[in-house]
């Protein structure tokens, strides 16, 4: 099976895209290509993060690979955390904080709406292409859930009672950001593999 570089430290999302993208590519991972340090990502839209981190791989490796920028993007802050959505509260990647800054921002806020939104960069073949995957809904008052990461516990998406973090993978995987941009991903690999 053709291999294809997943430029990601973000364990969570590993196993779910891993879980998507079965059978149609193995994938490998940065520490298996000897990229152990984290990749910079300093653009101010998620398209530039996800192209700075995909480009940060192909340059050191010459191999095709993908990366994932994804922001929760929050109606009622403007778009925020948006881009900085791994660093709202602190600078490092710490969940628990992000959420109770969240939640203190939104309080007294009616609306509550905001949507997740992933954009994945490929570099296939040294050709650039860009995916993306959005999912709407609502941020609510208290965390709830134990499955998933990051804002999952707050969010309920459309049509849903149940944050994502009440969810099981395959349950998010079906409808969220990142499952959308990776179907897409994967079925433009599948055209491009078979031709
Ligand atoms: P890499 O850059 O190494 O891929 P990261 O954790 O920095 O990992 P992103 O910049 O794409 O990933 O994501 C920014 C933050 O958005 C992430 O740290 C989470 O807090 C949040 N996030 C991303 N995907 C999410 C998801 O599916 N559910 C809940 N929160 C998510």
Same mark, same amino acid.
């Given at each position: 099976? $053709? ?22 590519? *193995? ?26 981190? &995909?480009?940060?791989? #192909?340059? +050191? ?22 881009? $900085?959505?791994? /660093? #709202? ?6 969940? *628990?904080?992000?959420? +109770? ?10 609306? /509550? /709406? &905001?949507?997740? /939104?992933?954009?994945? &960069? ?6 650039? #292409? ?13 965390? *709830? ?5 990051? #804002? ?7 049509g849903e009672e149940r944050t994502f973090a009440e969810? *099981? ?8 950001? +990142?499952? +959308? ?8 690999l599948q055209t491009k593999?078979?031709?």
């Open positions: 099976m $053709r291999q294809i570089i997943f430029a990601t430290n973000n364990a969570h999302k590993l196993g779910e895209v891993q879980a998507l993208l079965d059978g149609v590519f *193995a994938l490998k991972t940065l520490r298996e290509c000897g990229i152990t340090e984290d990749i910079p990502e300093t653009a101010a839209t998620l398209e530039g993060n996800a192209l700075q981190k &995909a480009r940060y791989v #192909y340059e +050191r490796t010459g191999c095709d690979c993908f990366a994932d920028d994804t922001g929760l993007e929050v109606e009622a802050l403007g778009g925020e955390p948006g881009v $900085r959505s791994a /660093r #709202y509260a602190t600078d490092g990647h710490n969940f *628990a904080a992000n959420n +109770r800054l969240l939640l203190r921002n939104l309080e007294g806020k009616s609306d /509550r /709406r &905001a949507h997740f /939104r992933t954009v994945i &960069a490929l570099i296939l073949g040294g050709e650039e #292409y860009l995916f993306e995957g959005r999912v709407d809904g609502t941020i609510i008052g208290h965390e *709830a859930g134990a499955e998933g990461f990051g #804002y999952d516990p707050l969010f309920v998406p459309e969810m *099981a993978a395959e349950e998010k995987n079906a409808i969220s950001h +990142r499952g +959308r941009a990776v179907a897409k991903l994967v079925e433009f593999t078979k031709n």
